[in-house]
């Protein structure tokens, strides 16, 4: 059998990289978790009798997890943004690699296109 190289993303909430899939609210269900602060994906479906362990099921859990879970930032020169969702399922922007002085007209110009692209959907 080939492994399947899907490895979860560190988690949003606290960085914890260790993700575990769970049985879901009912049998039909399953869910990734964070081993630390037990944040979870959204469940996913799987089949009778597939259980929370069998490896596709694993597979589906991850992917939800992975959605939802902090992507790599996005670099500008030296500055980095990341992005995490809030409890609230809300993005929250992380900008680093210069001084506040630098990164206040920045963050305020993001926060203008952002406020925008929101106002349009
Ligand atoms: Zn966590």
Do not use: H
């Not at 399953?30 to 602060?37: I, K, L, M, P, S």
């Not at 929370?52 to 020169?77: L, S």
């Not at 809030?86 to 990164?103: H, K, M, R, S």
Request: charged residues 25%; contains cysteine; negative net charge.
């Amino acid at each position: 059998m080939t492994q399947t190289a899907l490895k979860p993303l560190p988690c949003p909430f606290c960085g914890a990289e260790k993700v575990s899939v769970k049985e879901g609210t009912t049998y039909r269900w399953a869910y990734a978790t964070c081993d630390e602060c037990g944040a979870q994906s959204g469940e996913v479906r799987r089949l009778y009798p597939q259980s929370a362990k069998d490896p596709e099921v694993i597979a589906d859990a991850i992917a939800e997890w992975n959605k939802r879970a902090t992507p790599p930032p996005i670099k500008a020169g030296d500055i980095s943004i990341t992005m995490r969702v809030d409890d609230n399922g809300e993005p929250v922007f992380n900008f680093d690699g210069a001084d506040d002085a630098t990164l206040a007209p920045i963050v305020a110009a993001f926060s203008v296109a952002m406020n925008a692209l929101m106002e349009d959907k």
